[in-house]
């Protein structure tokens, strides 16, 4: 294999014709810029200068070196600069998040991205055992979580709070329990955590969400307010899950005597490098939650 040294010696004093220049530029004896030529005139058992004083001309095998030699030096320098670059708005960058956050963060990010077209956003909703696993795998390179994690390969910390909300048709003005009962919940995956968080603490007559009729349900955070929009039961959904919905007319949002916030953790690997992309992502999510 060819020293990537001494290839550089010998295109360099191709390109400068003069020893002593080709020396001075590479920051080198003019005798070891000679070494560096005699050593690839061994291992390739061939002269590749001719000699005249203190000139020279390449031979054959010399030309073919140098046409070669050039794009491996020039390859190798890009590699050099393309490794050791972190830039800033290019690159993939793979973010994982429960639906509510999602709905609110992923537009936010698409705007950046067209913003700054050499990054791409890759964006799925999970919940949070996902998030977790996905980080701990290194199968994503930023997570949001409802929930500290639990795993020593996760590291997470605070950065907003999401209010649960209690989400009726539009003609319930003041929701009595006994309304809710008559209504029936509109079941979602979080929705027995997020009303027993949120009735548990404002009706006296809440046990489990089970207890009410079972008015519907969805897995498609989007689509959770349909049934309650048409007047077919009630919920409980996180803020941004109701900011999104498309006809606030149709559902009536109630502000209880306790309100009830979720954390919400910004996590990552524990002990996985964080490159400049993925600092602008997180700094742009975390403006767009403030």
Request: a negative charge; aromatic letters at 8%.
């Amino acid at each position: 294999m060819i020293n990537p040294v001494l290839l550089r010696s010998f295109c360099t004093l191709v390109e400068v014709a003069n020893f002593t220049r080709t020396a001075e530029q590479l920051n080198m004896t003019q005798s070891g810029v000679s070494q560096h030529v005699r050593k690839l005139e061994d291992q390739f058992d061939q002269p590749l200068l001719i000699r005249h004083g203190k000139q020279f001309t390449l031979t054959d095998a010399g030309e073919r070196l140098y046409r070669e030699g050039r794009e491996i030096i020039r390859s190798l320098s890009d590699l050099e600069k393309r490794v050791g670059a972190d830039p800033a708005y290019e690159g993939l960058v793979r973010v994982v998040s429960p639906g509510s956050v999602g709905l609110k963060l992923y537009r936010h990010l698409l705007n950046l991205q067209k913003r700054h077209t050499g990054l791409v956003i890759d964006y799925r909703f999970a919940p949070n055992s996902d998030v977790e696993r996905l980080i701990a795998e290194h199968k994503v390179d930023i997570g949001f979580m409802t929930s500290p994690s639990t795993l020593d390969e996760v590291s997470f910390k605070p950065v907003a709070e999401e209010e649960l909300l209690l989400v009726t048709p539009s003609d319930v003005f003041e929701p009595s329990w006994e309304q809710l009962s008559s209504l029936g919940f509109i079941d979602h995956p979080d929705g027995a955590y997020h009303a027993g968080l949120l009735l548990g603490a404002n009706y006296p007559e809440f046990q489990h969400s089970k207890h009410f009729k079972r008015a519907g349900f969805s897995n498609q955070i989007n689509l959770i307010l349909e049934p309650v929009s048409m007047g077919l039961g009630f919920t409980v959904l996180p803020f941004h899950a109701v900011a999104a919905f498309p006809e606030p007319d149709h559902i009536r949002v109630h502000s209880l005597a306790q309100s009830v916030s979720e954390t919400l953790y910004l996590c990552l690997h524990t002990n996985k490098f964080v490159p400049g992309r993925v600092t602008t992502v997180i700094s742009e999510a975390e403006a767009c939650l403030e």
